[in-house]
């Protein structure tokens, strides 16, 4: 499975937007940010999962554990940058 977004992708993140299982979103974490798929709601907050779990130093929620959710700072609406990929 190809990656949905790729290093150097430019993104239209809604702060705050509602949050729904299967939506992009960005998360804050102690080392920086976070792109990752809302995969369902729990107690704790949001288990995040990465599109490809086989890729090399993944971390999501299998590693860390459900986002609380005032560390979802919004959803994923678009990609906009690069416009067009190479079939590479």
């Known amino acids: 499975m190809l990656p949905v977004l790729r290093p150097g992708d430019c993104l239209l993140v ?7 299982a299967g939506d992009l979103v960005i ?3 102690p080392h ?3 792109v990752k798929r809302a ?5 704790e907050g949001w288990w995040l999962e990465s599109d490809n779990q086989s890729a090399p130093g993944r971390q999501d929620s299998w590693d860390f ?3 609380p ?3 979802i700072l ?3 609406l678009f ?3 690069p416009l067009r990929r190479s079939a590479s």
């Open 27 to 29: 998360a804050r974490r």
């Open 79 to 81: 990609r906009y940058w």
């Open 14 to 20: 809604r702060r705050g937007a509602p949050i729904r």
């Open 74 to 76: 919004g959803r994923v």
């Open 32 to 34: 920086g940010l976070i």
């Open 65 to 67: 554990g459900a986002i």
């Open 39 to 43: 995969f369902r709601r729990t107690e």
């Open 69 to 71: 959710e005032q560390d």
